[in-house]
């Protein structure tokens, strides 16, 4: 919902801001898929993901949202620490799956935009194997 509401309540900035953001992990993912370093790159990921993530959450303009962010933050990166995650995180799907909810954000297709989040959200279980 989150997402919902950066569709409605975001900047021209700030989704630019989040555009340069993806761009980033568009060329990251690149480069892991031509078997660069991936440790390396999985913290870049580390490092963008939660960049785009706290872009989306400030363009919800949602005081509450911001506030369970640093919880949030928490969370994932203990997933991004564990090994399970690393090997799935070598998915080419990452960046494509971000890059169709922000372009989903920018049509502000509410429905559209549940339904990819819940199955990104879902991915980390059916092909992460991570809960």
Known sequence: EIF??????????????????????RIANEKLGQGDNADELIERFWT???QFHQLI???????????MLPLITKT????????LFRKWRKSKNFYSRHQMIFEAV?????EEIRKLCRAHISSGTTEGGLL
């Open 4 to 25: 919902v509401l950066a569709a409605h309540r975001g900047t021209q900035a700030e989704f630019e801001a989040a555009a340069a953001v993806l761009e980033q992990v």
């Open 48 to 50: 963008y993901d939660m």
């Open 57 to 67: 959450y400030q363009a919800s303009h949602n005081a509450v949202a911001n506030r």
């Open 76 to 83: 994932l990166y203990q997933l991004y620490r564990s090994e």
């Open 106 to 110: 920018l049509r502000k297709n509410d």
